[in-house]
């Protein structure tokens, strides 16, 4: 398919894959896919990676029940990266972290140090359990 | 300074990172820091990338005049993640992009293409010029 060969793949074929939440804009985490997982993606509706550390496909939501629907996929000007809008699944609101938070992105810097600035919303041991 | 060590550098000595506009919450670009990046960065509350086309420090905005003003420095939950929450400076609205248009992420998936879906806001030879 056309559109896969328009991205441009890293040396080990994968881009990164902002995912933003539908609605509240909120960035809920960063992952990678491969040719395969936009493939899929984009045939399912539904957000599947490439996990780098189990070098495989990662259907996100597998194993958590917090799957990612997907809206939309955009791609950037240097066709090396793609933004993802979602709703994410399974918890109100939605948890996308693997440590039970909304975000991955919940540690901010300030007075020279990462802070732990949002809540866990659900126990992991619950949502791996 | 611990919080720079805190960062997990990729075999590159680099991470990716988000912009993402203050206000709006639109996600303007990725670009990439190195630990020098990320020092000044949180030292002059601009964002400044490494640009690894040019192989050195990017001080975002000077060519185009479209610096980037910092107001929060967010780690994910891998520690190799960044997300900055800016303010698009020199044209409202925001121009983070090099072809004149507000984000980066412009082309968007349909109808098994990739179609640019986002106007261009000022011609970039009236910003490169």
Known sequence: MDWLDDVKWDAQGLVPVIAQEQGTGDV????????????QTAALGRAVYFSRSRGKLWFKGEDSGHAQT?????LDCDRD???LRV???G???GIACHTGRHSCFFSRLGDGAWQAVDAVLKDPR????
């Open 28 to 39: 809920l985490m960063l992952a990678w896919m491969n040719r395969e997982a936009l493939r």
């Open 91 to 93: 918890h109100q609101p």
């Open 70 to 74: 997907v809206h939309e996929i955009r």
């Open 87 to 89: 709703t994410q699944q």
């Open 81 to 83: 990266v793609l933004l």
């Open 126 to 129: 619950a949502i791996y359990g």
